[in-house]
């Protein structure tokens, strides 16, 4: 079945620490990929997208994500992080025009 | 962004009962909306599309008599959660999108508790 993958569950990292998150997709073909937050208490938000064109993607508060066709993932990235990053992150695939699947979330802690 | 309103954030329940949530876009016209449901420690599964005027299409294992999807406007969208029992207990999300921008938003989620 097709599916989305994060692998990391819970990170916890102190502030000004690298974070990247991983993100593997099982589709085959066209596939657009996003990146979703969800602060405590707060709906779901939309930190970056990739469609097509440059596979290093840049979204806002300082995010990036770089699709990886060959290894079918989309990892997020961030040098340096802040303490109002802690968050719930959400990868998406979207195969052509269907449906949005999900992954099981990463939860990130920011020590300050 | 676009905002999509969802109303209530929480509500508790006798078993039983039903339990309306509405889902609304408010500065935009959607044309289909997307509800989930969200388990803890869990992804968002996808319940049911709705297309304004057209009825609801269910996800495989979802009970359409359960979960009533009603989109009869541009900008709202309910789930009516009918006999709430215990294990529909859970966090329901609402997602729209307008036209053919992929580009889905997303409510702040009502969490359901069922007593």
């Known amino acids: 079945a097709q599916s989305v993958s994060q692998h990391n569950h819970h990170v916890i990292l102190s502030e000004a620490a690298s974070l990247e998150l991983g993100c593997n997709y099982s589709y085959g073909g066209t596939v657009n990929l996003f990146w979703y ?11 970056l997208k990739y469609f097509s064109g440059d596979p290093l993607v840049k979204g806002i508060k300082g995010f990036e994500a770089e699709f990886i066709k060959s290894k079918f993932s989309f990892n997020l990235r961030k040098p340096s992080v802040q303490w109002s990053d802690t968050a719930e992150y959400f990868c998406a695939a979207q195969p052509g ?16 | ?12 329940c006798k078993s039983g009962t039903s339990v309306k949530i509405e889902c609304r876009s408010l500065d935009f016209q959607a044309t289909t909306m997307f509800w989930y ?48 029992h215990p294990e529909d207990s859970s966090f329901y999300i609402c997602s729209a999108i307008t036209g053919r921008v992929t580009e889905a ?5 009502t969490r359901l ?3």
Do not use: C, W
């Open chain 1, 37 to 47: 937050v969800q602060y405590p208490g707060q709906h779901l938000q939309l930190l």
């Open chain 1, 97 to 112: 025009n269907e449906k949005l699947t999900f992954g099981t979330g990463t939860r990130l802690t920011i020590i300050p």
């Open chain 2, 1 to 12: 962004g676009a905002v999509v309103s969802q109303h209530p954030s929480r509500v508790i």
């Open chain 2, 37 to 84: 449901r969200q388990f803890p420690k869990q992804s968002l599964m996808l319940m049911a599309t709705s297309n304004e005027g057209s009825k609801a299409t269910y996800e495989q294992g979802v009970e359409k008599d359960k979960f009533l999807i009603n989109h009869a406007s541009l900008t709202l969208s309910t789930l009516t959660v009918t006999s709430a």
């Open chain 2, 105 to 109: 938003f997303f409510g702040q989620g």
């Open chain 2, 113 to 115: 508790t069922v007593v």
